[in-house]
Each structure stands twice: as C-alpha cells, then as structure tokens.
C-alpha cells in the first residue's frame, strides 16, 4: 500500500520531538542518543537547496525523454497513439519511481516528487487524447480527481492531496451547476461538503505517514468553508454564473454577511484552543478579507483615510499582542519557536519591499550620463 | 505521543518521571504567532505609510513641503534615537534579544532616510548633479548602521544602496531589469561587485565577524555577480573567454559548499553554470538539422546534473553527517 517505509516516516517524525524535548532540556544529550538510536532511519535527507536542484534538474530530464520518443515516432497528429504513448512513459516513470524509491531510499528528495508528478501528468494527458480532449467539463476534475486518490494513498505527497482536493471541489462546483437548484443551493453544499471533508480528515488522527496531506486537506477545508459562505464571494460568483452585471443583492444576504463576519472569529477562538495554527492563521486572512467584503458594498471612508486609519490600527494591534503574548496566554504565544530559518528570508524581502529607490533609472554608471528613461525631472 | 513515550518507557530509556515532564511540557506548550504577528505589523506599515503617502500628496498645498520635511526629518532623528536608546552593546556576534520595537524603529528611520532624501532632491534639488552622493551616502549610513545595531534587513538596505550607486539596481526582482541597456562598463562592473559582496562574506565567515552576516551577502553577490557573467556570454564577444569565467565562478561555489557545508552557493553556482553551458553548445553548434541531438543533449546533461547533486557529498568528500 506505501511506498515508503512507514517505520521510517515516523521515526523521522519523532526524531523532531526528541530534538524538541532535548532543546527544551526536558531530555539529556545521553538520553537523545539513545531515543535517537531507538527510532532509527537511513532516507536520503539531502540539504533543502540540493532538493530543489534535483526536482529542477530531473524535471527537464523527464520532459525531453519523453520528447525524444514523442519526436522520434512523430506522433502528435493520431490522438490514439499518442495516447498510448503517454500512458505508457506514465507507467515507465512510475516504474523508475518505485525503482529509486527502494535502491536510493529517496523520501519527498525532489526526484520522487519529479517522477510522481509526471507520472500523473502523463497519464491525465494520456487518457484524455484518448477522448480526443473533448469531454464535458466536469468530467476533467472527476477524471483527474480519480487518478490523484491512488496516488495519495500511496504516497501520501502534499501537493498531490492539494490537487485532489482542488479537483474535488472543482467537479462539485461544476456539477452542481448543471442543476437549476444546484446553482441557488451551491453555497450551502461547499460548506456542507468542506465541513465534512475537515471533520473526516480530523477523525482519522495518527496516521504520520499522512500527517503533511491531513494537514493541507484541513487547511484548504477551512479556507473553503469561509470563502464559500463570504457574501462577497456568493454574490459575485451568483452574479457571474447568472450572467448578471453588476452583480445584484443575493437572497438570504443577512445568513451570508453573519458567516462573513462569525466565521473568521470561530477559527480564531478554535485555533487558539485546540492549538491549530492553520486555523489561526485562516481566521486572520479570514478577518482582512472580511473588511473588504464589507468595503466592497459600502463604503464608509476614502481609500486614503481606509488605509491610514486601518494600518495604524493594525500596527497597534499587533505591537500590543507581541507585548501581550510575551507570557503565553490562551496557548498562544508571540516568542519564536524557530528563529533563523525564516529570518534570512525575511532580510531579503525588507530589501525588496525598502529598496533604494533614489536612483530608479535616472542614474546610469559612468558619472555625467544622467540620461535614460526616468530623467524627466522627477528625481 | 504517547505510544512513543510508552515504547521508551519500555525499554528504559527515559524514566517515568521524566515522561510525565514531557506529557506536561506537550500539554501545556502554546503555539507561536510571532510570523503571523510580524507579518500584521509589515502589513500595517505598508498601509499606514501608503495611506499617509496619499493624504499628504492629496493636501500638499496646504501642507507646505518645508513643514513636511521638517517632520519627516524629526520622525527620522526619533526613530534613530529609539533604537540608539535601546541598543545592545557592540558584538560581533549575533544579537539574540534586541527588541522588536528598537529593530522596527531602526528600518522605520533609514526608511524615512531613504523618503526624506528623494524628496529634498526633488523640491529642492539638493543634491544637483551630483546624483552618485545621494546614493553613497545612505550606502555608508546603512552599512554603518547595520553593524552598529546588528541588523540583517538594513544590510540588505545597505547592498543595494551600494547597487545603485554603481549604476545597478540589485533588489532581487528588479536585478533581472538592471541589464536592459547593456554597457560595457555596466556589466563589469556588476561582476566585480558581486565578487566583492561573496569575498565580504567569505571574509565575515572565515574572520567570525558578523558570520550571520554571510547569507546575506552571498545571496546578494552571488545573484549579481552570475547574472553579470551571463549577460557578458549572452551579449559580447570573447564568449569562450566569458564562459570559462563563469564555470570558474561555479566552481568557486562548489568548492565553497565542501569548506563550510552550505548548498546555497552550490546550486546557484549549478543553475548559473548550466545555463550559460546549455547557451554556449547551442551557439556554436547548429542543432536545427539534428534536433534528437538536442533532446539527447538535455536528457544526458540534466541526467548527470541530478548524478552529480545526488552523490554531491561522496564526490566533494564531505563526510556523511545528517542534517535535519
């Protein structure tokens, strides 16, 4: 059923909460050794920029291989064939997957994701040619949907689980929209079946070797749950499947402005209780969107007024939760857990968002030549 | 967790004092929103300075630009004085506590440095002609000022005033734009800065100065100096000669991640190298009547790319040890 060793999976997952433990001086170094020695594991656990490398380079490996033989045989104008073609690289790639995965014990080390994404993409092409790409449009996401699950329960992939996911709620969306009550009850089977995809997921807990894909499903649920109930989002989604514009007042309004504004408070209060920072962090992106939804259809102030009222409270706000959040408070706290990581990045984003901007374009090298595009006195 | 604790419970190799702790520790422990509270107040900043920005070129004739200088400039000595105020002495170490609002304040002024300066240039001009010194000097400011208050963003700030004024805009996205005139002097001058930013942090490395400093400046030297180099391959002459100096390069960052262990470099040094490889065979040898040689030409060079990245520690000769 996996294709990795499941053994393995966990123990890597463990080794992170020994190393936590012995960080927190819960555990002695000799008994770290011994805890580590006690969850052993042999993958192939390269440095995060040689996995990029890999992925990248095994990628365009894969593409022109297949474009060797695609160009050999000179297929392209058959559908059937070159149907045929696909499906089988599809299956030679899953081959060479399942080969390295066991000789080179590669676990999620770029080149199994290369493989395993290709595969899929082969295989969807590949069965749609055979259909001479021409089927009803709900049938691609129930099509592609059918061929991720497979994948996902073998190799429990984070992005694939994202894909079926997407997919999932793509066909529903589709399909409910064939049926005249489909179209008016659509919001409600979102948050229906969004609910339900999280309580499922949530249900079926300790499984680490599918920790990563739960955890995306459940996020994207959340995000789903709260868009396909914003009033925002129904309105304009309404109006645009009824071919209305501008978008017109929605029946039911007052129940979809209450979902706007509850739900994001919900996953705030839940988030913080049952420790899910995925949760958390949805409230959040749940409230700004919120004010904007709001924003949208009454307009309370100017932009520039919005902007400099709002961005000030949000600085206080959050100056005084990194004050008051010091001592860890309702299971949340404002210290970092892991510091340098993230904090190489965020010096690069400062340059970006700061950067020097005195010179944009009005300063070439070579002293006096102050020519070119901007020079027209704006400094 | 706690099967796992069970399992070392069995085999006595923590006590059950000890896991009970742990059980504690695991309750109790809170979730951190330091990234979600930092990234409110990034946003927040950009709103208020974008809200602000409008209100004021909104109502600047009743305003008066020498009032609004006046507070620009007072906002920045406040800032500035915040964080002098709340510095932590000189190291050359890493900073661990310094506080959030002294680290805010600190960006907040070279910011407004950055505003108060673009804007007597352009009411007053101030600077006249003499554009190179309204760059040099924040370049000299912020690189003081990051060293002073061991600030990483304000190094980054530092770099690219540094960029400018050499004629390069070096902020990361924009670096790929910088080359769109493409001058001789440009462009050399590009690949010895980027040289001069990697030496910098090899130097603050290998001397322990600021070694958290590294990173930044390799991102930064390596980007410019490589995107430089290929830009010299693409669009002058002597391209043999421009090749093998960014092979040379690549290998210099190869060799870097065998001394210190750091891949970065390595697969920017790979990516670059193979690029500007790719572009030289292709220049010189015409595949438009063998275009199998072409796709074999990928699929064996991407093949020994990802040979190489997979066995790159037995190759390089770093000895096995698993990073986690």
């Known amino acids: 059923m996996k294709a990795y060793n499941e053994t393995w999976v966990e123990n890597l997952a463990n080794k992170l909460s020994f190393i936590e433990w012995f960080k927190k001086g819960l555990i002695s170094q000799a008994e770290l050794e011994k805890c580590n020695e006690e969850v052993a594991e042999d993958f192939y656990d390269p440095n995060w920029f040689i996995k990029i490398g890999l992925f990248l380079f095994t990628g365009i490996a894969i593409s022109f291989s297949s474009g060797i033989f695609l160009a050999l045989l000179g297929v392209g104008s058959d559908n059937i064939t070159m149907g045929v073609f696909l499906v089988i690289f599809s299956v030679l790639a899953v081959i060479v997957l399942e080969h390295f995965i066991k000789r080179n014990k590669l676990y999620r080390s770029g080149i199994d994701n290369a493989l395993l994404y290709s595969a899929i993409g082969f295989l969807f092409t590949g069965i749609l040619s055979f259909f001479n790409f021409d089927l009803i449009d709900y049938l691609y996401p129930l099509l592609f949907l059918v061929m991720l699950i497979p994948a996902l329960i073998r190799y429990a992939d984070p992005l694939v689980s994202f894909g079926a996911f997407v997919s999932f709620f793509f066909f529903i969306f589709l399909f409910s929209n064939t049926f005249s009550w489909g179209k008016t009850l659509l919001p409600f089977i979102m948050m229906t079946l969004s609910a339900a995809a999280y309580f499922i997921s949530k249900s079926q807990k300790k499984i680490i070797y599918y920790a990563d894909a739960q955890f995306v499903i459940e996020t994207m649920a959340l995000a789903v749950f709260y868009l396909s109930g914003n009033y925002f989002v129904v309105r304009e989604a309404n109006a645009l499947l009824n071919n209305q514009s501008p978008s017109v007042e929605i029946p039911f309004s007052v129940i979809f402005w209450i979902f706007t504004f509850l739900v994001p408070f919900i996953y705030l209060y839940l988030g913080a209780r049952k420790k899910q920072r995925n949760a958390i962090i949805m409230g959040l992106l749940g409230i700004g969107f919120s004010v904007f939804t709001y924003r949208s259809y009454y307009s309370v102030m100017p932009i520039e007024w919005a902007l400099t009222v709002g961005g000030a409270i949000l600085i206080g706000v959050s100056v005084f939760c990194i004050k008051y959040f010091k001592t860890p408070k309702f299971n949340l706290s404002s210290e970092a857990e892991e510091l340098g990581k993230l904090q190489k990045l965020e010096t690069i984003l400062v340059a970006q968002a700061f950067q020097t901007k005195t010179s944009d374009d009005t300063f070439k090298f070579g002293g006096g030549d102050a020519g070119g595009a901007g020079a027209d006195g704006k400094y | ?324």
């Not at chain 2, 040379?248 to 670059?272: E, N």
């Open chain 2, 1 to 324: 967790m706690h099967t796992l604790l069970d399992r070392l419970l069995e085999k006595n190799i923590i006590s059950s004092e000890k896991a009970s702790q742990i059980i504690a520790y695991e309750n109790q422990k809170p979730v951190s929103i330091f990234w979600e509270l930092r990234s409110l107040l990034y946003l927040g900043i950009s709103c208020l300075g974008g809200g602000l920005g409008i209100l004021i070129y909104q109502n600047i004739d009743s305003i008066g630009h020498s009032v609004l200088i006046g507070f620009i400039a007072i906002f920045c000595l406040v800032c500035f004085w915040y964080s002098y105020k709340h510095r932590t002495p000189f190291t050359w170490e890493e900073v661990k506590s310094a506080s959030f609002l002294s680290e805010y304040s600190l960006l907040g002024a070279c910011v407004l440095f950055l505003v108060l300066e673009g804007y007597l240039q352009y009411q007053y001009n101030f600077f006249g002609e003499r554009y190179g010194l309204a760059t040099f000097i924040p370049a000299v400011l912020f690189f003081g000022v990051s060293y002073f208050f061991d600030h990483r963003g304000i190094l980054s700030m530092a770099i690219t005033a540094a960029g400018s004024w050499l004629g390069l805009s070096i902020a990361p996205i924009s670096l790929f734009k910088t080359f769109d005139i493409i001058t001789n002097d440009l462009v050399y001058t590009g690949i010895a800065f980027g040289v001069l930013l990697v030496l910098i942090g090899w130097l603050s490395e290998w001397k322990d100065k600021k070694k958290h400093f590294a990173f930044t400046y390799y991102f930064f030297g390596a980007n410019v100096a490589f995107i430089s180099t290929l830009t010299a391959l693409f669009s002058f002459d002597w391209k043999f000669i421009h090749l093998l100096l960014l092979l040379a390069m690549s290998a210099v960052a190869i060799f870097h991640a065998r001394q210190t262990k750091s891949y970065l470099l390595l697969l920017m040094g790979i990516i670059y190298g193979y690029i500007g490889f790719t572009y030289y065979v292709f220049s010189n040898f015409n595949f438009d009547q063998y275009l199998f040689f072409s796709f074999f030409y990928f699929m064996i060079s991407c093949g020994a790319v990802v040979y190489f990245l997979f066995n790159v520690k037995s190759i390089l000769g770093i000895s096995k040890s698993k990073n986690v």
